[in-house]
């Protein structure tokens, strides 16, 4: 019953309010009423006003773990400057579940920065996390595109082979990274970490054909 006071007196409220300041036309009360009639009308039809009043429960925000990527991250790219920071915010998106837009905001930027092989190889891994883990050929193309872009780098195989293993790609992935440990330099910080990854990738291999 309060409901449904409450709904009546706002209306009469707006009633009042657009009779006296509101200069309407002639036949304009007319159009008013009805107006307000059919909104009483929808109230008593999907409305509840019999109900008590209870809050809404702010949805509950779950986190997602980081990725592989965004754990590596700091090891083979800019750790530094606009990219970074554009990767960053990407990393955060994904935490929030909101993958959708950590595509977006890496896309944003290579519109700016076309030749930036961070920001290709960031796009890549998005893609896939916003793919639910699967090298789609979108995601595949951006990796291509980063390596193309700076060959020398070992940033675009490392994370390329990453997401190859991720989807369960193994032996794609294995061959990205023995041809990246077959060009990688002795003293190179990273070599030790891409040598153990395809120990475990020759393990899990091993597993499966058991």
């Known amino acids: 019953m309060t409901g449904w006071l409450i709904f009546v007196g706002l209306a009469l409220i707006v009633a009042g309010l657009l ?6 036309p002639k036949g304009g009360i007319e159009l ?38 965004a754990i590596e991250r700091d090891k083979l790219l800019a750790q530094v400057g606009s990219d970074a920071d554009v990767l960053s915010a990407a990393d955060a998106f994904h935490r929030q579940g909101l993958n959708l837009y950590a595509v977006g905001i890496i896309k944003g930027a290579l519109e700016k920065r076309p030749n930036s ?3 290709w190889v960031g796009l890549g891994n998005a893609m896939v996390v916003h793919g639910g883990g699967l090298m789609s050929p979108a995601a595949e193309l951006a990796f291509q595109r980063a390596a193309a872009i700076a060959p020398d780098h070992p940033g675009p195989p490392f994370f390329m082979g990453l997401a190859y293993a991720q989807a369960g790609q193994l032996d794609r992935a294995e061959a990205v990274w023995r041809d990246l440990l077959d060009r990688a330099p002795a003293n190179a910080s990273w070599r030790p970490e891409l040598e153990q990854r395809l120990i475990e990738i020759e393990r899990l291999k091993t597993q499966m054909a058991q």
Do not use: I, M, N
């Open 19 to 24: 009779w006296r300041f509101g200069r309407l």
């Open 32 to 69: 008013v009423a009805a107006t307000l009639f059919l909104a009483v009308a929808g109230y008593a039809w999907q409305g509840s006003p019999g109900l008590s009043g209870k809050p809404t429960p702010a949805p509950e925000t779950a986190k997602v773990p980081d990725s592989a990527f």
């Open 117 to 119: 092989a961070d920001l």
